[in-house]
């Protein structure tokens, strides 16, 4: 956890998820961090930075949009966001979602620690309340995002 920033519970749960070829030898996410497999990302983006820190054996190929460097290069998986992924898959039947993600960005509210304790208290509190009554789901929606995207209410 940063040392420098408090971070409230979080809002919104937005997945990685790899694509590959049906006929790809690949049965999970796991798989793909092996020797010679090639992974296409866009260039800049939080799963780009993830993939970059975790893969061991596989190399990031970055791009414009991970999906276009994945098609254009001949990639073996293409890695993005679970939604526009799956949307991505459906268009094309040669491809299909690896499971599970790969990673998961925990979005949430921050301030300073040198704030009072009682602060991050209430903004916890306030997105906690903000998620259990739909406000953040609706929210999502009303922008032209998945409302699944929001985090389930902590418990």
């Not at 420098?4 to 006929?23: M, N, R, S």
């Not at 990639?75 to 939604?83: E, M, N, P, S, T």
């Not at 040669?94 to 790969?102: D, N």
Request: hydrophobic residues 40%; glycine residues 6%.
């Amino acid at each position: 956890m940063n040392k420098e920033v408090a971070f409230t519970t979080p809002y919104v749960h937005i997945e990685g998820v790899y694509a590959a070829p049906v006929d790809s030898e690949f049965t999970s996410a796991d798989d793909v961090d092996r020797d010679g497999v090639r992974v296409g990302v866009k260039k800049g983006s939080a799963y780009d930075l993830y993939l970059s820190r975790t893969l061991r054996h596989a190399t990031v190929v970055r791009g414009d949009e991970g999906v276009d460097v994945f098609h254009a290069e001949s990639l073996d998986v293409a890695a993005g966001i679970r939604q526009p992924m799956t949307a991505h898959v459906a268009r094309r039947t040669e491809l299909r979602l690896l499971e599970p993600a790969f990673m998961m960005i925990r979005q949430a509210m921050g301030t300073t620690k040198e704030r009072r304790p009682r602060t991050t208290q209430f903004l916890s509190e306030l997105v906690t309340e903000l998620v259990a009554s739909g406000f953040v789901a609706e929210a999502l929606r009303r922008s032209g995002q998945d409302p699944a995207l929001a985090a389930p209410t902590p418990v």
